[in-house]
């Protein structure tokens, strides 16, 4: 794949200052993660545990618009995080987002939610520039879910698409200093890859407060570039368990700008994981 770099939040905002309120919503975990932009600042935001997204989305919105005294009607654009991640949460905060979206006549905007928690994880944290980044989540059956990045001066560089692969095969091919963000199997791939003598940081989802913030920053930036998505387009990030390779490259000697390569297969669907 072609690399794409992820700007910092404060460019983002930047970006999106022109539009109209921005949503920013994310059920990918068990917390939801939500967010407002205006005005090219961050005007509320929350995280909110809950056993049913059903059941808590509508009072979680109703306290974030209250928050920034603004209502539906007021909001422009709809970014919604679209995984991987747990997949009865996902299907649950899409459909809410396309709900919405068709009621409030907003734009509806989809975004990779491993963008977002790895851009999270960058704000919230000094991760020196040229380190290398993976997202790491459970997605059962022996495997995980799986992207690379690396921090360069005005963000990240996506190195990876998303891809479900064997925790072991994932550890045994990276080869330098990463920092792995995720669940419980963060810390297992931690644990192999810091024992080939590699320096290793974990940073855990569930203390990032800040991915409805992100998913709102890199929605709102697509869509002021003039990216949206047609509402029956966007569904949970399915990926088919996949006969890969997983290459990346070594660090240049400036240790920005490298490329993974990830061969992959993948599938859109609302089918189970």
């Known amino acids: 794949m072609t690399s794409r770099v992820l700007c910092r939040v404060n460019r983002l905002l930047e970006q999106a200052a022109g539009l109209r309120p921005v ?30 997204h059903g059941a808590a989305l509508p009072a979680a919105l109703d306290d974030l618009l209250s928050a920034a005294g603004l209502s539906v009607r007021d909001l422009g654009v709809i970014a919604v995080g679209t995984g991987p991640g747990s997949y009865t949460g996902l299907r649950i905060g899409i459909s809410y987002a396309k709900g919405l979206a068709m009621a409030s006549g907003c734009a509806l905007v989809g975004v990779p939610g491993f963008d977002a928690i790895a851009l999270a994880a960058l704000e919230r944290n000094n991760i020196d520039e040229g380190r290398m980044v993976c997202v790491v989540v459970d997605a059962r059956k022996g495997e995980v879910y799986a992207a690379l990045y690396r921090v360069v001066a005005d963000g990240l560089e996506k190195l990876s698409e998303e891809l479900v692969i064997a925790l072991k095969h994932l550890a045994s091919q990276i080869t330098e200093d990463v920092t792995f963000v995720g669940d419980e199997r963060a810390k297992d791939a931690a644990a192999l890859v810091v024992s080939r003598g590699h320096r290793v940081a974990v940073l855990e989802i569930g203390k990032l407060d800040l991915r409805g913030v992100c998913v ?44 993974g390569v990830w061969s992959i297969e993948r599938k859109n669907s609302f089918g189970s994981i």
């Open 23 to 52: 949503l920013g919503l994310d059920t990918s975990t068990s917390i939801a993660s939500l967010a407002l932009l205006a005005g090219g600042k961050i005007t509320a935001s929350l995280e909110r545990p809950a056993t049913s």
């Open 216 to 259: 709102a920053a890199l929605g709102g930036a697509d869509f002021a570039r003039g990216e949206t998505d047609r509402a029956a387009s966007i569904e949970p990030l399915y990926i088919r368990t996949p006969e890969a390779t997983f290459k990346p490259t070594s660090k240049s000697p400036a240790g920005i700008g490298t490329e």
